[in-house]
């Protein structure tokens, strides 16, 4: 067997046969560190106000530790994403859920505003290494006819583990503190650290590619696992095997899909991080008591997990180039009712609702496009690049919030401002020239 039939039967076996038990704990593996990372982000915003008030920041003091994990973040997509390519799956999990405990571990003893932004960096390091890995993973154990569906349907668990710390900040926050939710979120890293020792595998097309020690053997019982016949010998390694470059990305096959999903994660990640930091902040402001103001948060997480296993679905059936700019230009017209409608807490709670339903649900739907632009031997450079330089807007757009309301620019204002990235999003995603999203 020749290097190249090897890699073509181990694509086959994953794209034309059903799922196996095996390869759907692995997706469901994926949905649950997902959900860890829902927890590792969302719990700064849930406990902004008490961490402002212990040491006495201001709003743009406050945007900066949102953007400081934001910026650990890009620079994990950028650095560590794509070390996945080079090292392995496996590895990258590893290392990027033991970067995310260090820091939720370490915000627990943490003595000053420093100290904060430095573990808040650590931890987005290691969010940004495996986000856009678990996508890689995923789409690795699937089938062609699943392949979408998983890749967006994991997306849903990140605003699960939002909805799950808004609860439990919710009940334990004025009983133990802001420290205590920290060290709860680093334990749960933990459990999520030793659980990929355990029962995350490397991918066949990996272990196929670069044979590291025992490959054959590695590949045989990842086989077996998934009810297929095992390989009788590995063909001789290529000896003209490159490293996958961020140059692969700009070939003429790639270089506009690349530059259109640059963009427009670029432009969602400006909103949608935008939302997520300060959405809670601004209910409790608004005068809402602790709880109700914790709710508006798990309603936007609530309509983002409904709209995630939507976006599945609707991918699914219909392509993400139809069915992402469907949802932001909804989530378009909402934003602008929410920015200039008088509202009472029940019709806040809904338009909430609906902004995370069809913002977060309709962004996410970049993963499996980038999944699908880019092939299994470059997959984890082209997406950890794409949401590595979009979280450039992730970074900014907490930021400039914070400077805004300082400023005493209107809240209407300032939503209908950060509205408007949502349309540009939606013409990159619509417009993106890869043949393999047709």
Known sequence: MTYEALQFKLKNLIDNNPMSVYQVVIVVLCFILNMNDGIDVLVVSFTATDIKNTFGLNATELGTIFSAGLSGMTLGCLFIAPLGDKIGRRKLF??????????????????????????????????????????????????????????GLIQGGWPLGAILTGFFVNWALPIYGWRYIFLAAGLVSLAMLIAVYFFMPESLVFLGKKQPKNAQEQINNLLARMKQAGIESLPPKPSDDPSVSFKDLFLPEYKMATLKLWLGVFFGFLTLYTLMSWVPNIAKEAGLPTDK?????????????????????????????????????????????????????????????????????????????????????MRSTGVGLTFGVGRFGAILGPQIFGIFKDSGMPISTIFTLFSLPLLLAAYMAFTNPSKNLD
């Open 94 to 151: 590893l290392i990027s859920v033991a970067l995310i405990t260090i820091g939720m571990l370490g915000i627990y003893i943490v003595t000053n505003y420093g100290q904060i932004l430095v573990c808040r960096f650590i931890t987005g390091l290691g969010i940004g290494g495996i986000l856009p890995t678990m996508a890689t993973a995923t789409a690795e154990f699937s089938n062609n006819k699943t392949r979408d569906f998983n890749v």
């Open 293 to 377: 103001a914790t709710y508006v948060g798990i309603a936007l997480n609530l309509g983002a997990f409904l709209g995630v296993v939507a976006m599945g679905a609707g991918v699914n059936r219909f392509g993400a180039k139809k069915v992402l700019p469907t949802f932001l230009l909804i989530a378009f017209g909402i934003m602008l009712s929410y920015a200039n409608l008088s509202l009472n807490f029940s019709l806040m709670f809904i338009l909430i609702f609906g902004i995370g339903f069809f913002v977060q649900g309709g962004f996410n739907a970049f993963f499996p496009m980038a999944a699908r632009v880019y092939p299994s031997a």
